[in-house]
């Protein structure tokens, strides 16, 4: 406690002194930009890699970043998204997984929970998707390679279960609001996004593939600029499914094969 | 209740007579190609308006045709969509709504439900996603055009809540599923289907746009086959949006007019 | 799907067109005068068995035509019961069983099913009187003769729920509703149904023997005022009805003791 | 986005490079020694203000920091509670609030939630005890001074919320877990701590007047063996803090006779 006491002094004659300003306009309000959903790790700081100003990300952490479908939990997640878009007009918001999560863990051990933390274990329950898609289409994978890939199947889980929101689904409809799934290596630093295009995760640069507000998860939104890329042709992705799934391909490599 | 029984003469002396070997075969096991998700109304009749025979629709039916988000609901929804996929291997699925659906009216006027069919009401908030589309993006709409559109954006929320079941997140992940959106309109006898690519219900026909499986409403898939189709480009769908948004329009005009 | 698209396309053209004035009145309202609660397999079709038309049958499907006790669930079927009967005012109501149901195999095999379809598992938790009625009293049975009585208990099971909503309770005490149990064999084409006179599964004729509206439908108790009746006596009314009745569920007699 | 973006190859080639062997030892495992529980506020950065290193928070962070009492909800909070503890062994545990709170805001004003934005009108339902005691303790309250008490107060309901934990409840039994409630105020860059012994929000010191462990945090319970402990006296305590402690709930007085 004493080491948190001085960090709270030292932020004090150090940070927060030489934003004296910034801080006196933000006690007059909030307008962050981006609602961030992440996990609880400790080893996940939101403001540190994103180097998010104070007042930029509306922030939601819970074990495995998981978001209830909408009706399915009366916890804190659905009002928290509630209030970032209908209250604070955020217009982004950010799933972000991490290498190395333990709720992802406890994921693919499930039934060891239930004794021994039968809140986790029933909290897990919202990510059965990620564990049926591992168990099914997986079957090959192991130790940190499976871990790995369960990591980004929970965020496009996730990513699915957020579209259940009613204020989700209107705002998406208004093509007024994108999602974006992220996966943040802790070991390296670096951050993967979801690609709808190449239904894969890649590197994230400032050249974007898909223009915002066009980049859009919301199912009934076509990518409309999927021209700019070169997308294999059906006729070759239906002959070799294997091929136009490349979520399964890159990331057992680690996830980070595919970066320049 | 004696016409009833007639009926049930009727169809022994009739139908199931010159059917006889069809009722035999079934009686060993059943494989439905397709789970028909449907209304509870009266009007609608899936093996009649389908013309499928019997044995080929596995058919749930409940006031409004809702599929209740995974996790959200312990009715017979789920149960029901998980025999069907993981049991009877079905691989496509379609959620068909229907015009002058009174569970879709209710929905509009849900407060009035409270008191007098409070267990309608509770299940209409399954809804929910689709009374706020309406409200924040069809404030101009009245009477039998706003009932429409309803119908027709309810079963794109359903479709959504669909994907948060594990078995359908699983068989998607793999391609191996399909889902499709129709409405029914009671008065002409003609059916639209949800299209991806033009975000627009359209006339089914024939020659559908998109060859299954590519055909895939699952968000992480994007529509591959879209160079097929005349897409308008990207700065113009920007530019003008209400261009890329269809579905404002044709149901405006009564849901029809975009036949041929 | 092509097969579909043109079933679609030949009821516009055959059906719809012979029937055009039925469908343009039913856009106006639909008036249906039963309530037929049945199971989502594909060999079952209600309007076909009874040869009804459309608009006749408000319907409910779902895997074993379960309705969960009033309270126990909140999926689609609490509020089909009661849009039926509040807002339809329809004073009917069947449940209609079928032989070879997968969902009362699963009811058998229980626990099997945990693991592989948790969703159905759980619903089926519903159905666990049937279960319990089947375990204590009929231990001799095995195979098709366990499952055909299985399905014939689980439809006075769902009857026995179907009592507890609150406008079902309501209605019957004005003697302004009936309950009805069926069970309906894929291979015969037959329908039984249950009559609380004999409490037993009989098949359907024209003369029936309780007149409506029978009060105190209640499946375990047999109708208290069947002396005010002609009924024929017991032993006649079994000898009567085994040569057209393939299964029963002789409860008074104990168990199997009445089957040929 | 693009500012997003900057960010991450901000912090990779800046942060990560220079803490490269922190990153590489934290994935191998994390062992932070403090929960930290508080807003979504984008304005509140909990590593910022406690200058706490990657690694030594684990974060739960929800709209009003609030923690359901156990089985009240099933969201993340309760699991990650528990994650936290028997997983991770955590034996500190802080409740932060913060000035300016847009969900305190929201719990001064309640029923204009319900239409609006029904989710948080919901979850607001676990801070109740908060807004009791507002109601029936601080009715002379108003504007900023009523926010600033319910912020604090909800501090403490949130404590004992807390308590209802099984896990929580059995560390505390032990001894071997300490509860903190801090406010942090924006515009000083301050933050308070909740003091047992006088019942009070005083300013954070290296010289803490409770040794930890301490057991019975029950905010609401004044320690009784405070007689233990050198404790300076009520009146001197109250005299020290005042000039730091902009805001105070000094609850023993009775609400607000000793604010200055």
């Given at each position: 406690m004493k080491k948190l006491i001085d960090g709270l002094q030292q932020f004090q004659t150090g940070y927060f002194s030489s934003h004296r300003q910034l801080f006196e306009e933000l006690s007059h309000g909030q307008h962050p930009r981006i609602l961030f959903i992440t996990c609880s790790d400790s080893r996940v700081d939101p403001n540190l890699i994103t180097q998010a100003e104070v007042g930029e990300l509306f922030v939601i952490r819970n074990a495995g970043n998981i978001i209830p479908p909408f009706g399915a939990a009366n916890g804190g997640e659905g009002a928290a998204i509630e209030y970032a878009i209908a209250a604070l007009d955020i217009k982004q918001v950010i799933v972000c997984g991490h290498s190395h999560c333990g709720a992802m863990k406890g994921l693919l051990n499930l039934s060891s929970l239930e004794d021994t933390m039968p809140l986790v274990s029933n909290w897990l329950k919202h990510a059965e998707a990620t564990?049926?898609?591992?168990?099914?289409?997986?079957?090959?994978?192991?130790?940190?390679?499976?871990?790995?890939?369960?990591?980004?199947?929970?965020v496009l889980t996730q990513l699915?279960?957020?579209?259940?929101?009613?204020?989700?689904?209107?705002?998406?409809?208004?093509?007024?609001?994108?999602?974006?799934?992220?996966?943040?290596?802790?070991?390296?630093?670096?951050?993967?996004?979801?690609?709808?295009?190449s239904h894969d995760f890649i590197a994230l640069q400032s050249e974007i593939r898909t223009p915002e507000p066009e980049y859009n998860f919301h199912p009934t939104c076509p990518v409309s600029s999927s021209k700019s890329f070169p997308v294999p042709p059906a006729s070759q992705s239906k002959g070799n499914h294997r091929q136009s799934v490349p979520i399964q391909t890159p990331l057992k490599n680690g996830g980070l094969a595919s970066r320049n």
């Open positions: 564990r049926q898609v591992m168990r099914d289409n997986y079957g090959n994978l192991e130790g940190e390679e499976l871990l790995e890939v369960t990591v980004a199947e929970n699915e279960n957020l579209q259940t929101y009613p204020i989700i689904r209107s705002r998406l409809h208004q093509r007024n609001l994108t999602l974006h799934g992220w996966v943040y290596h802790i070991e390296s630093g670096e951050v993967l996004e979801y690609d709808a295009v």
